[in-house]
């Protein structure tokens, strides 16, 4: 009898979620915006030389500490040398990417820099200097230290399946320096905790334990390599927009047409819905064309189709949208200023 009770509860939570999503007015999709950088720099900064101050020490012969199944040991799978490539290799490929910078790697120096900034000698700083001169780069940045506590442990899911699961905390410093006029520009320390589930693996013998923690220690210097990258650049994120995707046919059709990337052919067909005598469809059309002037790169025109849906339909949905393309228009201003050449859509 139970059992019976338990199977048609079980069908009703499902058709009710079926009917839910059936009757769901929106969708979303993914957009690729630019973001300012958070520091300005002067425009004749364009071309930088990177490199890291990272060399071979006796910790990678004996190896890096490295937590296993909440025992202490030593690593030697992956020299801080090799993490430092994959930092420098990341944020090179960021800032050769978003275009404000072109970029030279020098993948290993001849001389060791101090530890701190403020004990860089003149010296250092001619060094420098004839690197960008030959690289013809305008300023210099150095990874300047790369710590890191690696663990790998087992657990046991909800589902009562066992995972592995990788812990990396990574600190690096990185160094902005214009040798030509010998002026420390950024000092940037960036700490994180990168996590990185796998199926359970024999971490000690097994050669894909080995290849995992390689790629896991690789991919956490990269994503600090990264981090950098957009505090000194503008740089692309990736975001959700909702559209609305019912409401009268010329809604439906314009989402048809968004969904094939015709933004222009959705606007046409959605600016037929504002004749609608229904508030609420004029809320929605409405609503749908600012996102169809944000996806187009058109901010102002996005911002004020945005206005237009909440004089039609005052909401927190409304509200919300609004807030997120005024931070965008004053983005913008930023961008217009970092890129340079006024390409920041």
């Not at 420098?128 to 790369?146: K, W, Y």
Request: charged content about 20%; proline content about 3%.
């Amino acid at each position: 009898m139970n059992r019976n009770i338990s199977k048609k509860i079980s069908f009703i939570t499902i058709a009710a979620l079926l009917f839910l999503s059936a009757c769901k007015p929106y969708e979303y999709f993914d957009i690729e915006i630019l973001e300012p950088a958070e520091l300005f720099f002067p425009q004749d900064i364009q071309n930088l030389m990177v490199a890291h101050n990272i060399f071979p020490t006796g910790a990678d012969t004996i190896g890096k500490p490295f937590m296993i199944y909440g025992q202490p040991g030593n690593d030697s799978i992956y020299i801080d040398t090799a993490m430092a490539r994959a930092a420098i290799n990341s944020l090179t490929g960021m800032l050769n990417f978003t275009g404000k910078f072109t970029v030279v790697v020098e993948d290993s120096l001849e001389r060791k820099f101090p530890k701190y900034a403020k004990e860089f000698t003149r010296d250092d700083v001619g060094y420098i200097r004839h690197l960008c001169e030959f690289n013809s780069a305008d300023a210099f940045i150095l990874l300047n230290e790369l710590e890191h506590l690696n663990s790998y442990d087992v657990f046991l899911s909800k589902s009562g399946d066992y995972f592995g699961e990788f812990e990396t905390i990574i600190k690096t410093e990185w160094l902005f320096i214009n040798p030509f006029t010998s002026k420390l520009i950024d000092e940037k320390i960036i700490l994180d905790t990168i996590y990185y589930q796998v199926e359970p693996l024999n971490i000690n013998e097994d050669n894909n334990g080995f290849e995992a923690r390689k790629w896991t220690l690789a991919q956490a210097a990269g994503i600090s390599g990264n981090s950098y990258g957009t505090h000194i650049s503008p740089h692309y994120v990736r975001s959700s927009r909702m559209v609305f995707i019912k409401g009268d046919k010329n809604i439906k059709t314009g989402y048809q047409q968004a969904q094939s990337g015709n933004w222009k052919n959705a606007a046409y067909f959605w600016r037929k819905s504002l004749n609608s005598s229904e508030r609420k469809i004029q809320a929605r059309a409405s609503f749908n064309l600012a996102l169809a002037s944000e996806m187009e790169g058109l901010l102002e025109p996005a911002l004020q189709w945005a206005k237009g849906s909440y004089h039609y339909f005052p909401d927190t949905l409304n509200a919300t949208y609004i807030s997120i393309l005024q931070e965008r228009v004053k983005q913008q201003e930023d961008l217009i200023l970092q890129m340079g050449d006024g390409d920041a859509r």
